[in-house]
Each structure stands twice: as structure tokens, then as C-alpha cells.
């Protein structure tokens, strides 16, 4: 509900930040510019339709996910250039080698661990399905029989699959989280299936578009994780830097400006083992 008002504060921060740097610019420059020059700067890919954790904000890639990488970055010792690849895309640079990271909500699972090596978890999440109004779906198998729509390769289509049964002519799966969103608002679908922080800033942020949400039981919980090419030399930076966002408490600090509560880090420790 607050979640723009914050954006809105955000925006004001960083404008006013913006400012104190055009008028120290001198000093700053004179200081610490040149130290920072020296960073290698790691490619990273996302796809930015998935709001809180990656979404285009004036032409800049914003979230949870780019506050937490930057931060990671930051106490790795290096600089990141994330792009708007796109989610395959993304996929295909990780697994050519062309991206060094990943950073778009992804879920670990122990398929993807074939082909890409995951940081220690960084956020719980689980399946939800978000409905228009009146779809009468009360549970996760009244999927079967409905209009589905998915983002392609997501867990979310995997968890529609579960449900509905693969390559079903009802699941239509769409390349980026906004054409999923998009379809349910148009009634191409009737029901969307996705992650829950998202599905739940979707309905909060379009309060005249009638949608509901649920989760079920049969819905298990899942932990994403940085991605990188299998073999990564920066795996072990960025794991221990996660790990010290954890102790010092920048990573509850970030959480709580996204999501206004207070993370689970015994869960995500937990996740860890
Ligand atoms: N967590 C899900 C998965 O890994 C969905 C991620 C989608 N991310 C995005 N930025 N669109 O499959």
C-alpha cells in the first residue's frame, strides 16, 4: 500500500542526493574517484518487469534485486552494469559466458544447478496465483479447466504444469512477467501464475484492476539465488559478501525498505545448508 509513497520518498532521496554530489562533485572527485575507477565491472542480466524485485524506473533498472546486488558488489570490490536483457537472453549469456551474473529473482532449483552455479540463497518466495474477481478459483487444482497464463520458463509455469499438465493447450506462456500481467488484465487469462512478493505488488499497485490473490499448500517454498555461469570465479566473492550483508545488517536494511517487515534470516540460513 505505502509501496509508491516509498518509491515516491526514493525518488526524492535520490534526487537530493543527486544534487549534494553535482555540488561536491569537486571534492569527491579529488578524493575517492580514483579508487573506484579501478573496479572491474561485472556484466549483469535481468529481466525488469518484475516488480519489487527488478522494474524500470526512469530508465534505470530498480529494486530489491539491484539494491542487494550493488551492495554485494560494493563489499566484493567490484562494479556492476546491469542490463534489461530480457529472461532468456539472460539465460543464454549466462550459459555462453557473455553475462558474469544473473540477478532477476531466480529460483534455485536442482535442475538449473546443472547448468548454472547459484549464490546462497538471498529470498524466500512461493507460488501464487493472481485471478480477476469472479474467476472462482479457490484452490490451486481449480487451475485445471482455466485460462492460464505464465512467464516462459519460470517456476511458475513449472508450478501451472504441476497443476494443469505439461504443453496443455490452457497455460499461454509469455516472455516477460508485464505480458503475463498484461493478459490477465485484458482477459486473455484468467488466472496468472507467479511469485508472491510480485503477484501481491501487482494487486497493490493496480487496486482498480480487481485482482485477487492466493497460495496453496501444495505450493513449496523456493529460495532465489544470484546466478552465474557454471564455474564462476565470482561465486565464492559474491557468497561471502552476501554473507557479510547478513551479519552487518545492510541485507535487513534493504529488505525492510522494499518489503516494510523484517526479514526471516533463520530461514534463509537454514536454506543455506
Ligand atoms: N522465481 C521464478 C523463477 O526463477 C520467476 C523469476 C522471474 N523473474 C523475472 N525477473 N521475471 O523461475
Do not use: H
Not at 509508491?4 to 553535482?22: D, E, F, G, V, Y
Not at 534505470?60 to 542487494?68: A, I, R
Not at 544473473?102 to 496465483?129: L, N, W
Amino acid at each position: 500500500m505505502t509501496y509508491s509513497i516509498k518509491k515516491a520518498a526514493a525518488a526524492i532521496i535520490a534526487s537530493s542526493a543527486l544534487l549534494l554530489a553535482a555540488c561536491g562533485g569537486g571534492e569527491e572527485e579529488a578524493g575517492t574517484g580514483s579508487g573506484s575507477e579501478d573496479k572491474k565491472v561485472l556484466n549483469v542480466g535481468t529481466e525488469a518487469t518484475f516488480a519489487p524485485f527488478e522494474f524500470m524506473d526512469k530508465g534505470e533498472v530498480s529494486g530489491f534485486d539491484v539494491d542487494l546486488l550493488n551492495a554485494a558488489a560494493e563489499e566484493a570490490g567490484y562494479e556492476v552494469d546491469i542490463q534489461n536483457t530480457g529472461w532468456d537472453a539472460m539465460l543464454a549469456g549466462l550459459q555462453s559466458g557473455q553475462l558474469d551474473i544473473g540477478m532477476s529473482g531466480i529460483t534455485i532449483t536442482e535442475e538449473r544447478k546443472e547448468t548454472y552455479d547459484f549464490s546462497a540463497p538471498y529470498f524466500e518466495s512461493v507460488t501464487m496465483i493472481a485471478y480477476k474477481e469472479g474467476a472462482e478459483i479457490a484452490s490451486a487444482d481449480d487451475l485445471k479447466g482455466k485460462k492460464v497464463g505464465v512467464q516462459n520458463g519460470t517456476t511458475g509455469q513449472f508450478a501451472a504444469e504441476s497443476i494443469i499438465g505439461q504443453n496443455d493447450s490452457s497455460i499461454s506462456k509469455y516472455e516477460t512477467a508485464a505480458l503475463m500481467f498484461q493478459a490477465l488484465q485484458s482477459g486473455d487469462v484468467e488466472a496468472v501464475v507467479t511469485d508472491i512478493a510480485v503477484a501481491v505488488e501487482y494487486a497493490k499497485s493496480n487496486p482498480d484492476a480487481g485482482v485477487e490473490t492466493i497460495t496453496d499448500e501444495q505450493f513449496v517454498p523456493e529460495f532465489y539465488g544470484i546466478a552465474f555461469p557454471k564455474g564462476s570465479e565470482y561465486k565464492a566473492e559474491f557468497d561471502e559478501a552476501l554473507n557479510a550483508l547478513y551479519e552487518n545488517g545492510t541485507y535487513a536494511e534493504i529488505y525492510e525498505k522494499w518489503f516494510e517487515e523484517e526479514p526471516d534470516m533463520e530461514a534463509l540460513k537454514q536454506a543455506a545448508q
